[in-house]
């Protein structure tokens, strides 16, 4: 899943591997995603996040189970572009656009994020996992596996968005993407 709004979110800020803390509409997105995990009775064995604060305050918010932080989960790195404007982002697809700017390239980011889920689900007795991560991640793991899936989405995935993904013969496959209106949503 993506993690609640941070204040760079709401600000519209380039927010990859620098971190801003959740805002209150964060915190009340995270509750309300725990609340549905609770309701359709998903119980967790495992659970991993971002190193970034903002994915394991998240995390933290939505269960009570311990958890890894795992570098591997982090958002795209944005080099010199973070914390700058949305504004300044190119037009989609970002491609290699940031590496010329000290990040990641979009291949290389979905990658990383690939390998470090694939790794997770590999272990012994993972069988529902939590993970908390980031949009421009959680979007290039749907890509990595799009090939796998009948689920897509062509617009934002919005903060705290939950995507279901099973995990079989080494294979991803997106099952669900629960991208509650958040902001509309008491509780």
């Known amino acids: 899943m993506r993690h609640?709004?941070?204040?760079?979110?709401?600000?519209k800020k380039i927010q990859g591997w620098c971190d801003a803390p959740l805002t209150e509409l964060g915190i009340k997105q995270a509750k309300i995603a725990g609340k549905y995990f609770k309701d359709n009775n998903i119980v967790f064995?495992?659970?991993?996040?971002?190193?970034?604060e903002r994915a394991c305050d998240t995390l933290e918010l939505v269960c009570d189970l311990p958890y890894h932080r795992v570098k591997g989960l982090k958002e795209w790195?944005?080099?010199?572009?973070?914390?700058?404007?949305?504004?300044?982002?190119?037009?989609?697809?970002?491609?290699?656009?940031f590496v010329n700017y000290g990040g990641e390239g979009e291949l290389q980011m979905r990658q990383r994020i690939a390998d470090t889920l694939l790794e997770i689900m590999q272990k012994e007795d993972h069988k529902v996992v939590l993970a908390v991560s980031h949009g421009g991640?959680?979007?290039?793991?749907?890509?990595?596996?799009q090939e796998t899936s009948q689920v897509d989405q062509k617009g934002g995935?919005?903060?705290?968005?939950?995507?279901?993904?099973?995990?079989?013969?080494?294979?991803?496959?997106?099952?669900?993407?629960?991208?509650?209106?958040?902001?509309?949503t008491k509780g």
């Open 157 to 184: 995935l919005k903060n705290c968005c939950i995507l279901k993904f099973e995990f079989e013969d080494n294979e991803f496959r997106l099952l669900e993407i629960i991208n509650h209106n958040f902001d509309e």
């Open 137 to 145: 991640a959680c979007r290039g793991f749907m890509r990595y596996w």
């Open 4 to 11: 609640g709004q941070t204040l760079f979110n709401a600000r």
């Open 45 to 52: 064995d495992h659970a991993y996040s971002s190193t970034s």
């Open 77 to 97: 790195n944005f080099g010199i572009y973070e914390g700058e404007s949305e504004d300044l982002n190119p037009p989609l697809p970002y491609g290699d656009f």
